[in-house]
């Protein structure tokens, strides 16, 4: 065994061409408080650790798990970087779990790797870029895995490229990002993911994992890939973590399609975890001398709980994947639950005058502008046509979207619209002339979703792609300025077939679907860059790292209920930072729940993330909109913490009547606490002095209560006055909440 051990040392920029080149069998991928440690043995590599940063080779080598350690249960598998079907274990034959399954050209069913070459690759970006290339003991089956190290958040990217070198195509049974095993991590296991539904979407649980089960969860569906389960997790290993405390690896994977992602935990607590595309629709098939590209896994490590989880990723997000992720993000007015199908161009230009006044920046019109003639999507027919049909609707806008724009211009505002270019109706023009431009088995009669007549586009098809990037350029073209897009997607895949693919490739279609999808994306960005693009899908469908790579935000959910935001943003928090979730004020009763909560409590509500309304301004009253002006100043004034500070929450929602969490800015300087209370007993769940977290003990801050309405509580007893960060932080921001959805908002700023 080969036991020079290369580190590479990717804190704090120390450049990866330092390392570049072939590396040694063993290899110390380091980032700022984290060690990946792999080593090569048998032709393999496995990992020896990863968890807290350890620098030193000698101690890893000792204390690394081995045949040795706990035993005789121990050895079944060695804790390969990448395990797969079929490599024979120990003690209990084939490895079953491996995440990768290739059916050779030949039939045969499993794959044994080795290890040819660890190289590091010169990254611009200042990442450490680490590659294994790997191949098939017998067949020219190539598996290439790239690891990449970001210091500044703590986070490694990895995704794995398969090369098939073989006479006619292999079958991939099973293509995951991420398959790697942890030896003997811990004998308790804890796995918390975020699960949901339309209006419903990022419910927390957690569950422990017990011996010898399997975890599993996954998406619905190929297309609002984010319903049933969104594509991350925590798993803590040992005591229960906490926001402050435990042993967590956090993991996401970055893909808009069908996804699975698994942890196993064997008789000898042998954790093995795994994340990728979902091949139920049957198996890939690669054809000969072709390589497929697997999504991006990204995953971090913390020994001070799930709080550093969702701030590395958070961090990784706006640094590293998102397109503009510092870029502060306007305040909107968004058309659709102000007016639905039914507006006019006065209705419309009324709402910007109202945007206007409360100090928004944007007027976004919604769904109803396109489709001409008997598919022209009016109030009448309303969801039921015109998707796929990308021009103006000339009897409802009679001056067109060119014309809206000028309006918004005219008052000062930017302007954006809403396209759901994934789907078409078969009620419409695109429809009938190209019948077999939808995803849909060939023999099968066409099943339809939304307005009993909605269906996915074929992706796969480079001429659909086409058409559609035609007719949203020549939209966007003729907008100066246009400054953002929502981009909705109202469908599952209800037919699993493509008219384009040939038979023998049928079940590649959700997989290419998506890579059709980028595409799309990457040719508008391109074109684009400067439009802000909402991904949405139904709400929260669309929320994934995958699409986030193209878009700047999502529509967090199509239940703006202000009590239902606090658990849906709750549990988007906890991977996505606030600049990329959504979060509109709407009217009362709230139009999906039926509740009515104080102007003031949406706000409070709403401000935590990007803040945005849905609503027809001139329904409020006089009062309600000079407190919705001054909540947009202040936003405004705020809006760089929140979108771009660390996150810390303070009061879970779950298991509490209140719920509270803060944002600190990266000098420690700026700091917003919100604080709000629900449905509460008179003297229950009496909120103690928020703990807060994050500030800089050698500082002082000022304490200013914002978003009051005239006459309203004080909710802290210290409003207005300067305290030292070290009081804040151990004796915590006294606070009082009074009655039924009662909220706060606080400002510290250091002095
Ligand atoms: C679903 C979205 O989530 C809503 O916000 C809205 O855009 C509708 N589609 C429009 O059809």
Redo the contacts with the bound molecule.
């Keep these: 065994m080969n036991t020079r051990l290369k580190v590479a040392l990717t804190a704090l920029g120390a450049s990866a061409a330092l390392f570049a080149g072939t590396v040694g069998d063993d290899f110390l991928l380091n980032t700022r408080n984290t060690t990946l440690a792999l080593r090569k043995e048998g032709g393999r590599w496995h990992v020896l650790h990863y968890g807290s940063r350890v620098d030193s080779q000698q101690d890893i080598n000792a204390l690394a798990w081995n045949l040795w350690t706990g035993g005789h249960g121990h050895g079944q598998r060695r804790p390969a970087s990448y395990a797969v079907y079929g490599e024979k274990t120990l003690t209990i034959g084939i490895n079953k779990y491996g995440g990768l399954q290739v059916t050779h050209a030949d039939g045969c069913p499993t794959t044994s790797l080795e290890g040819m070459k660890a190289e590091t690759l010169d990254d611009a970006s200042g990442a450490t870029h680490l590659v294994l290339t790997m191949k098939d003991r017998v067949y020219p089956f190539h598996v290439t895995q790239h690891f990449r190290a970001l210091a500044d958040c703590d986070v490694i990217e990895t995704w794995v490229e398969l090369r098939n070198g073989e006479d006619g195509a292999v079958r991939l049974g099973r293509m995951d990002s991420f398959a790697m095993d942890f030896p003997a991590m811990s004998d308790t296991l804890w796995l918390q993911n975020a699960g949901g539904q339309w209006a419903a979407e990022a419910q927390l649980q957690e569950n422990a994992i017990g011996r010898g089960q399997t975890l599993s969860f996954g998406s619905r569906s190929g297309v609002r890939d984010a319903f049933e389960n969104n594509a991350s997790f925590m798993l803590t290993a040992g005591c229960r973590s906490t926001e402050t405390s435990g042993q967590v690896l956090g993991g996401v994977l970055c893909w808009s399609g069908s996804w699975g992602i698994g942890v196993q935990r064997d008789f000898c607590d042998f954790v093995s975890v795994r994340a990728g595309v979902d091949t139920s629709a049957g198996a890939y098939v690669l054809d000969p001398g072709k390589t497929i590209v697997l999504p991006k896994f990204a995953f971090t490590w913390s020994s001070a709980g799930k709080g550093q989880i969702s701030r590395n990723i958070h961090r990784w997000a706006r640094r590293w994947q998102m397109p503009a992720g510092s870029k502060l993000r306007p305040v909107l007015l968004n058309s659709?639950e102000g007016s639905y199908f039914s507006f006019t161009e006065k209705v419309l230009h009324d709402m910007m005058d109202g945007v206007k006044e409360m100090g928004g920046e944007l007027f976004v019109l919604?769904?109803g502008w396109f489709g001409t003639g008997k598919y022209a999507r009016d109030d009448v027919h309303r969801?039921k046509v015109g998707l796929g049909d990308w021009v103006i609707n000339p009897e409802k806008l009679p001056n067109g979207l060119v014309g809206l724009n000028e309006e918004a211009r005219r008052r000062g505002l930017k302007f954006g619209f809403?396209v759901e270019p994934e789907m078409v109706n078969t009620n419409s023009w695109l429809y009938e002339a190209h019948p077999d431009w939808i995803v849909r088995e060939r023999r099968r009669p066409v099943n339809v979703g939304r307005g009993g007549s909605q269906t996915v586009l074929d992706y796969t098809n480079p001429a659909v792609r086409e058409n559609i990037f035609a007719q949203l350029d020549a939209l966007y073209s003729k907008i100066p300025g246009l400054s953002y897009i929502?981009w909705?997607a109202?469908a599952d895949f209800f037919n699993m077939g493509s008219p384009y693919l040939d038979e023998a490739h049928q079940a590649n279609m959700p997989f290419d679907y998506t890579v059709g999808l980028y595409d799309l994306l990457a040719r508008i960005r391109a074109k684009y860059p400067d439009i802000d693009i909402q991904a949405?899908s139904?709400?929260g469908g669309h929320a994934d790292y995958g699409f986030l790579r193209y878009a700047d935000e999502f529509?967090g959910s199509?239940d703006s209920d202000a009590r239902e935001r606090i658990f849906i943003q709750w549990g988007e928090s906890q991977f996505y930072p606030a600049c990329a979730i959504a979060a509109h004020v709407t009217a009362v009763p709230n139009h999906q729940t039926g509740r009515t909560t104080p102007l003031k409590f949406r706000f409070d509500v709403a401000m935590s993330a990007r803040l945005g309304f849905e609503l027809h301004p001139k329904e409020l009253s006089a009062d309600d909109l000079a407190f919705a002006k001054q909540c947009v100043s202040d936003y405004k004034r705020i809006r760089p913490v929140v979108q771009q500070g660390d996150l810390y929450r303070l009061v879970s929602p779950y298991g509490h009547s209140y719920a509270s969490l803060m944002y600190v800015d990266e000098s420690r300087d700026h700091a917003v606490v919100f604080l709000w209370g629900m449905v509460r007993g008179n003297w229950s769940d009496y909120p103690g002095p928020l703990a807060l977290q994050g500030l800089d003990a050698s500082k002082r801050y000022r304490v200013r209560e914002i978003n009051r309405r005239k006459g309203g509580n004080l909710h802290c007893r210290v409003d207005g006055k300067t305290l030292g960060g070290q009081a804040l932080l151990s004796m915590g921001l006294p606070v009082r909440l009074r009655g039924d959805w009662d909220s706060a908002v606080f400002e510290l700023t250091a002095e």
């Design positions: 659709w919604d769904d969801d809403w929502k909705d109202n949405c139904s709400g529509w199509d």
